[in-house]
């Protein structure tokens, strides 16, 4: 009956349930301590009667010529087991403190005995390496007194033979920057045998058992500030030592008390930071922590230091659960392996956690452990080594484990080593593998159909955050293939799409592209064309057209009014993806030539003042486009690429203006630039159009780190978010740079992107209802974007404005979809009422002409409309009697009941009513 009274007792203490107590099937002996040779015969006997599971050894000799024997026990104790955490426990570092070197003998006795029916021995044998040492000073235990609590006078038996305090002994962080340089120290054979051992063996965890008091107590031991200075001395992991020392003291059935301990120390929740108790200089926890992967806490396990023989059961069952909950804890954190990308594993790549400052490395096997305590939030790690590229990876850790990241590390690219020509079927394929093994950074769409074959125009999102537009990061496309039988473009964005998804873990600078731009690769913008032409044409038409025998390419809305013919289904998906997406940069890759294309590609009509001038407002900058790609092209930028073909064919560098080059209506690149924010050239990337398969490969060679830079430019010159004063997100407003005649605005969140050279500017951000505002911005020369953000005041008067800036503010709340006749753009849809457009016939830069279109026959529509233009022409006369003028640059079409024209007399006889006013 008592002996049930005392297992119940027992188990209600412990808080897990599968235990093997202290009973005699564990095989322990409790009733004395152990000697030097009695603990070694023990060990060897351990190591015969589990051979598979224990180690004897030692790291070295005493002063006297003692072994420093450790007992290793381990699952194929043996055998080179990556992957398992190494744990060592230390104990009698101080001779005359003897608990902790009894404990160490009684918990390898305890796991070996019991670890065929006991689950949860059998897991810690499983899962780490454990190392325990019973003393590190045999020398001072074999001269200590039983039963005598404080140290023998001159400190015999706490100290070494030679007089030396083993644990004020190692190396401290701190000796340089102490008065005089810090102590001298004389490293003792011990302090030299475990320093060894320590940076020589991969230890995640450890413990250091002491005597003297009972608290479990935490790095640093020492302080900048000297001995005793009562200061806490926080390591970086303080979190992580803070739940090592609770997690002992938690389950150690009396340390976790607060109360006064052993007559003078008071400890809350039974732990402490070391040198907040008292400065340790030297000690042997700060220089696991410092001098290796290693994280040490000391544990003082009695307020005697050593106690009489008949305690030992008594502190067993007082610290067991807390060794076994200790040592479990090795199994918290991140923990995985770090290889090339041939498999291979790789030593010494540094693992460091965002936030805090103590990296881990990787052993032989290219295994790490990272102990972290878990969060809510992900960790950022970053792993690293010299001549390989770094890899910052998110990870989520729970609270009560651990989770295997495995990550590879590359010297060089992963590089594509598919090369073919794709029709239709295959490139679909192609890109749908794509999505399907990279879905955390894909997303694979259609922007529409092609015009006969009904083919999709696939598109593959590559983006950290695919599906979603992030604010103030800019989104970039390649289009290719617009022309069917021009295919150098089309296998290309293939291959780009295999280089980042590949690359994306490995590569510092791909991870950096992906994570900083939202990318959209349209491989075929004429798919029906594509299917109809062959290989090896060079310069011939066959699949040129789409499948209604128009060219592409010259059937967008002309700035110059000319007849582009009816849109077709491509042009039109084409202008509503770019409706629908805020694209800042762009390139459409063709082929025939090699050169880098900017706009404008028409020449003005006869008529115009800009007759003989074919540049646009950002003429400079396009250069710079055009340049960034020739120069990093293999041979684009040597300016003379088809001899054979065209040999009168020359290009400055490699980069041509469009209409210098031949004039063109109706171009994809012109009307992105005229309509939408989108900056977008044209690049030529072959004298053949149709190539041999077998020339891929050179082609991706050529054109690899072009494609790559020109994705960088998108992030040259300004960015930002525009706001109301109270914060208030403004989509729409007009961002000018005061002698650029081409202006952006704001996208639905509100954030914007201007593309400048390097350059000091004046810019101005005007809103309908808002005062303008101005600033002057300096742009450098740099791969990020100078951030300018603006909040604008709301007008409370139309004093509030001077005319410059009256001037300037566009009505963007009735901004509407583009529009425009039926005749130029029979695009619109038929149940179209109302839309609005910039006039690409007017330039100014000073005040922004709209044509207002009416279509279709909705009776409610032109009510809408007419009520509309009623608020607008009050709006406008409210503000400003220049927008009187309005009327005037106003296109009215099919109004046939003169509904608009009778809205105009209204206005101009209220006008003259009320202001007198000859307009």
């Not at 950022?380 to 609270?399: A, C, D, R």
């Not at 202008?575 to 997406?581: N, P, Q, R, S, T």
């Not at 055009?626 to 040999?647: D, E, F, Q, R």
Request: proline share 5%.
């Amino acid at each position: 009956m008592l002996i049930i009274k005392v297992l119940l007792s027992v188990c209600l203490l412990l808080p897990h349930t599968t235990l093997s107590l202290s009973l005699p099937n564990d095989d322990i002996n409790f009733d004395h301590y152990h000697h030097q040779d009695e603990m070694k015969q023990l060990f060897n006997d351990l190591e015969t009667r589990y051979p598979n599971l224990t180690r004897v050894n030692s790291i070295g000799k005493s002063a006297d010529g003692l072994d420093l024997l450790y007992l290793e026990l381990s699952t194929d104790v043996s055998a080179d087991t990556p992957g398992k955490p190494r744990v060592k426990l230390v104990a009698n570092m101080h001779g005359d403190e003897t608990i902790g070197r009894e404990l160490m003998i009684y918990l390898a006795q305890h796991l070996l005995n019991t670890y065929n029916s006991d689950t949860r021995s059998q897991a810690i044998l499983t899962n780490n390496r454990l190392f325990l040492m019973p003393s590190l000073n045999p020398d001072g235990f074999e001269v200590s007194q039983e039963g005598r609590c404080t140290s023998l006078p001159g400190y015999k038996g706490r100290e070494t033979h030679n007089a030396i305090d083993l644990n004020r002994n190692f190396p401290d962080q701190f000796d340089a920057i102490r008065k005089g340089g810090g102590e001298k120290r004389v490293f003792a054979k011990e302090t030299q045998a475990m320093m060894e051992w320590i940076t020589n063996t991969k230890f995640t965890m450890s413990a250091n058992f002491h005597g003297g008091s009972e608290v479990a107590s935490y790095p640093f031991d020492s302080s900048p500030d000297g001995p005793r200075s009562g200061a806490i001395s926080k390591a970086p992991d303080d979190e992580f030592f803070k739940l090592m020392a609770h997690t002992y003291a938690n389950a150690h059935k009396t340390m976790h008390v607060t109360e006064l301990k052993c007559g003078d120390s008071y400890f809350v929740g039974g732990v402490t930071n070391g040198a907040q108790w008292y400065d340790v200089p030297g000690g042997m926890q700060d220089f696991n922590y410092i001098e290796s992967d290693c994280m040490e806490i000391t544990m003082e396990l009695t307020c005697c230091k050593y106690p009489n023989a008949s305690e030992l059961h008594n502190e067993w069952l007082k610290n067991k659960e807390a060794l076994l909950q200790f040592v479990e804890l090795a199994s918290r954190g991140v923990r995985g392996f770090v290889t090339d990308t041939n498999g291979e594993p790789l030593q010494d790549v540094m693992v460091e956690v965002e936030g805090i400052d103590k990296s881990v490395s990787t052993d032989t096997s290219g295994d790490y452990y990272r102990l972290l305590t878990g969060d809510d939030s992900p960790y950022n790690i970053l792993f690293s080594k010299p001549g390989y590229e770094s890899l910052k990876v998110v990870v989520k850790v729970p609270t009560d484990g651990f989770v295997v990241k495995d990550v590879s590390l590359s010297q060089s690219t992963i590089e594509p080593i598919e090369f073919l020509h794709h029709n239709h079927s295959s490139m679909i394929a192609k890109m749908e593998d794509l999505a399907r093994r990279f879905p955390d950074i894909t997303r694979l769409y259609s922007v529409g159909k092609s015009a006969v074959g009904g083919r999709d125009l696939w598109v593959l999102e590559i983006s950290d955050n695919p599906g979603v537009h992030e604010v103030g990061e800019p989104e970039f496309k390649y289009v290719a293939n617009m022309h069917g039988n021009e295919v150098v473009g089309r296998e290309l964005l293939i291959n780009l799409m295999d280089y980042l998804l590949e690359n994306y873990k490995t590569s510092a600078d791909v991870r950096r592209m992906v994570d900083n731009t939202r990318i959209h690769l349209m491989p075929s913008m004429n798919p029906d064309g594509r299917e109809i032409a062959g290989e090896g044409d060079a310069t011939g038409l066959q699949g040129r057209t789409n499948g209604k025998s128009v060219d592409l390419n010259r059937n967008f809305p002309d700035h110059y009014g000319k007849h582009s013919g009816t849109p077709q289904p491509e042009t039109k998906a084409i202008m509503e993806w770019l409706k629908e997406y805020p694209f800042v940069l762009s390139a459409n890759l063709h082929g025939g030539s090699l050169v880098a294309n900017y706009p404008y590609d028409e020449y003005a009509p006869y008529n115009s003042k800009k007759r003989n001038d074919p540049t646009c407002p950002d003429d400079d900058l396009f250069k710079q486009l055009a340049h960034v790609y020739s120069n990093s092209h293999a041979t684009m930028h040597n300016g003379h690429p088809c001899v054979k073909l065209y040999p009168r064919e020359h290009f400055d560098e490699g980069i041509t203006n469009g209409a210098e080059w031949y004039s063109v209506s109706g171009s994809m690149q012109d009307w992105n630039y005229l309509h939408t924010n989108c900056f977008e050239i044209t690049l030529e990337l072959g004298c053949i159009k149709f190539p041999y398969q077998r020339e891929l490969p050179r082609y991706w060679r050529d054109n690899k780190l072009a494609l790559l830079n020109y994705i960088d430019q998108v992030h040259r010159g300004i960015s930002g978010v525009v706001r109301s004063a109270d914060d208030k997100i403004l989509n729409g407003a007009i961002i000018q740079v005061e002698g650029v005649d081409h202006n952006v605005t704001s996208a639905q969140d509100g954030d914007y992107w201007r593309l400048l050279l390097p350059g000091t500017y004046d810019v101005v951000a005007h809103m309908t209802g808002y005062k303008s505002k101005r600033v002057q911005v300096e742009v450098a020369d740099q791969s990020s974007p100078t951030i300018v953000d603006f909040h604008l005041s709301p007008l409370s008067s139309a004093a509030d404005v001077d005319d410059e800036e009256v001037e300037l503010i566009t009505p963007s709340p009735l901004q509407m979809d583009e529009v425009i006749d039926e005749d130029r753009y029979p695009h619109m849809s038929d149940d179209s009422n109302y839309v609005w457009t910039r006039d690409p016939t007017k330039k100014s830069n000073s005040f922004p002409f709209y044509v207002i279109a009416l279509v279709g026959f909705s009776i409610i529509g032109v009510m809408l409309l007419l009520a509309g233009l009623r608020a607008l022409f009050k709006h406008f006369r409210s503000k400003s009697a220049e927008y009187g003028r309005l009327n005037d640059q106003t296109i009215y079409q099919d109004d046939e009941n003169n509904a608009v024209e009778n809205l105009k007399t209204e206005y101009h006889d209220e006008q003259s009513d009320d202001d007198n006013d000859d307009e």
